[in-house]
C-alpha cells in the first residue's frame, strides 16, 4: 500500500497557495473536534454497529449522515438513487488520510470494485474528509445528479480520474487534491445542455503528478477557479469528444488559478503513472505534453487572469478536431485575456499560445509584454485581440499550425515529444519540486 504520493510537494503546496503565489487558496479544515452525532450512521472497525461504509449507506435514507471513524476501508461504496438524495458521508478523522479507502484488491461479492465511493443518480450527495487510493476506474465519481458537493478529499493513483463528475447539473469539487492519476485529478463531463444554466465550481484545489490536472469531456457551464495545477502531463483540459454526450464541450471560465511546471512525461519507461487514454480523440495521436491550457475543440471558453508558467510547450492552447464526425469539435469564441504569462520572464513558457486557426472568433488580449507566440506564415493573424471575427470559420485550420500539431501529437516513440520543448531552469519555489520530464 503506497500512502505517500509522487507528488514531493503537495502539502507544501497548500501552504504556499497562501503565501508565495496568489491568490491565495484555502488549505483543507478537518471536521471540527473530529467528534461524532448522535443522529449519524456512525463507522468504525471496533464497537460500532456499522463495521463497513456499505452497510450504513443500506441503512440509510434522504438527508441522513455518515460519520467515519480514522481507520483504511477496503472497499467500493455504491450510493444508488434517490432514496439517498441528501446524504453525506463524511471522514471524522483530523485529516482526509484519516478516513483511508483501499483499492488495491478491493472485492464486493467476489468481485474486483471499480469506485472508492459511487453516487448514481443521487442528488445533493456530499463526500466530504476522506482519502483514497488504488482504485481500478475512478475514486469518488458522481453521475446523473442535480447538485453535489466534493470537499476536503484527496485522490490518488487511480486508474482513470480522481474526482469524476458525469452528468450532473450544478455542484462543487472544493479544497481537493488528486495526484497520480491516469486520467485526472478532477473531471466534469458529459454535461447536459440548459436553457438556464446551474454552473458548477471547481476550487481552491490542487491537482499535480496526473496526467491531466483537469480534464472536462464536454464540459460546459463550469468555473475553475483559485487553484493549482502544476507538474502534470497537460495542466487543464477542456475536450470535445464524441466518446460522450452532449457534444461540444462550451460555456467554461479558467480564472484566477496557478498553471505551471506542466511538464510530466507519464510515456517515459518506469513512470509511476500510466495514460489511461487510447490517445487524443481516441486516435492513434498522443495528448501533448508540457502544457499549461489546452482547448480542444471548445466553444466561448475563457482563460482569464492565471499565473501560466514554466510549461516547455505551450502556456495555453486552442485548436478543433477534424476528425470528430459530429462537426462541433470546433475553436470557436474562446478566449485568453488577462493572463500572466512566464512570470514576467522569470519562468517562460515554450511559447505562450498556439492557436490553429480554425472556427471563428478566438481570441487574445492583455497577457502581458513580450508574448511568444507559434506563429504561421501563411496566417499571420493568428492571434487577434478581442473581439474578432478572424479564423477560417471551419473544423479545419491553418494547414502550417496544423502540420505541426500533427508532428507533436504524433511523435513515435510518445516520448518524442519532448523534441518539441524549450527547456530552461525553473524558479524556485519552496516545497514543491519541478518535474524535469
Same mark, same amino acid.
Given at each position: 500500500m503506497i500512502r505517500c504520493s509522487i507528488r514531493g510537494g503537495a502539502v507544501a503546496a497548500l501552504a504556499l497557495l497562501a503565501t508565495a503565489i496568489t491568490p491565495t487558496v484555502a488549505t483543507a479544515k478537518p471536521k471540527a473536534g473530529g467528534g461524532t452525532s448522535s443522529k449519524a450512521f456512525v463507522v468504525c472497525k471496533h464497537k460500532c454497529r456499522y463495521k463497513t461504509i456499505q452497510s450504513a449507506v443500506n441503512a440509510s435514507g434522504r438527508g441522513a449522515t455518515i460519520q467515519i471513524k480514522p481507520g483504511t476501508y477496503s472497499e467500493g461504496v455504491v450510493v444508488q438513487g434517490h432514496k439517498h438524495d441528501g446524504l453525506t458521508i463524511e471522514g471524522i478523522g483530523t485529516t482526509p488520510s484519516a478516513v483511508y479507502l483501499n483499492g488495491t484488491n478491493a472485492r464486493v461479492q467476489g468481485n474486483p470494485v471499480q469506485n472508492a465511493i459511487t453516487g448514481d443518480a443521487v442528488n445533493n450527495l456530499t463526500l466530504e474528509n476522506m482519502e483514497e487510493q488504488h482504485y481500478p476506474a475512478n475514486g469518488f465519481f458522481i453521475q446523473s445528479c442535480h447538485g453535489y458537493l466534493m470537499k476536503n478529499l484527496i485522490a490518488g493513483f487511480d486508474h482513470a480520474d480522481g474526482i469524476d463528475v458525469d452528468r450532473c447539473l450544478g455542484g462543487r469539487i472544493t479544497q481537493s487534491t488528486g495526484y497520480g492519476n491516469g486520467d485526472s485529478a478532477f473531471s466534469i463531463g458529459g454535461t447536459p445542455f440548459e @436553457?438556464?444554466?446551474?454552473?458548477?465550481?471547481? %476550487? @481552491? +484545489?490542487?491537482? %499535480? #503528478?496526473?496526467? /491531466?490536472? &483537469?480534464?472536462?469531456?464536454?464540459?460546459?457551464?463550469?468555473?475553475?477557479?483559485?487553484?493549482? !495545477? &502544476?507538474?502534470?502531463?497537460?495542466?487543464?483540459?477542456?475536450?470535445? /469528444?464524441?466518446? #460522450?454526450? !452532449?457534444?461540444?464541450?462550451? +460555456?467554461?471560465?479558467?480564472?484566477?488559478?496557478?498553471? !505551471?511546471?506542466n511538464n510530466f512525461d507519464y510515456y517515459r519507461p518506469g513512470s509511476p503513472v500510466k495514460t489511461v487514454s487510447s490517445g487524443l480523440a481516441g486516435s492513434a495521436l498522443n495528448d501533448p505534453i508540457g502544457a499549461g491550457i489546452v482547448m480542444f475543440g471548445t466553444t466561448g471558453w475563457v482563460a482569464k487572469d492565471n499565473q501560466i508558467f514554466g510549461n516547455w510547450l505551450w502556456g495555453g492552447a486552442a485548436f478543433s478536431d477534424p476528425s470528430n464526425t459530429s462537426g462541433t469539435a470546433e475553436n470557436n469564441d474562446n478566449r485568453f485575456v488577462d493572463n500572466r504569462m512566464g512570470d514576467g520572464g522569470k519562468d517562460p513558457n515554450g511559447t505562450d499560445f498556439f492557436n490553429d486557426g480554425s472556427g471563428s472568433g478566438t481570441c487574445f488580449q492583455d497577457n502581458g509584454n513580450g508574448l511568444t507566440l507559434q506563429t504561421s506564415a501563411t496566417d499571420p493573424d493568428l492571434y487577434p485581440t478581442c473581439p474578432t471575427t478572424a479564423g477560417t470559420g471551419t473544423v479545419n485550420g491553418d494547414g502550417t499550425q496544423v502540420g505541426l500539431l500533427l508532428q507533436i501529437v504524433g511523435s513515435k516513440p510518445p516520448t518524442a515529444q519532448e523534441n518539441f520543448w524549450h527547456r530552461h531552469a525553473h524558479i524556485k519555489i519552496n516545497g514543491i519540486r519541478p518535474l524535469a520530464g
Open positions: @436553457h438556464t444554466p446551474v454552473w458548477s465550481s471547481v %476550487d @481552491h +484545489d490542487i491537482g %499535480d #503528478e496526473n496526467v /491531466l490536472g &483537469y480534464s472536462g469531456t464536454n464540459s460546459k457551464y463550469v468555473r475553475i477557479t483559485d487553484s493549482m !495545477f &502544476y507538474n502534470n502531463g497537460t495542466g487543464v483540459v477542456p475536450s470535445t /469528444l464524441a466518446s #460522450e454526450p !452532449f457534444q461540444p464541450a462550451t +460555456d467554461g471560465v479558467i480564472a484566477d488559478d496557478q498553471i !505551471f511546471w
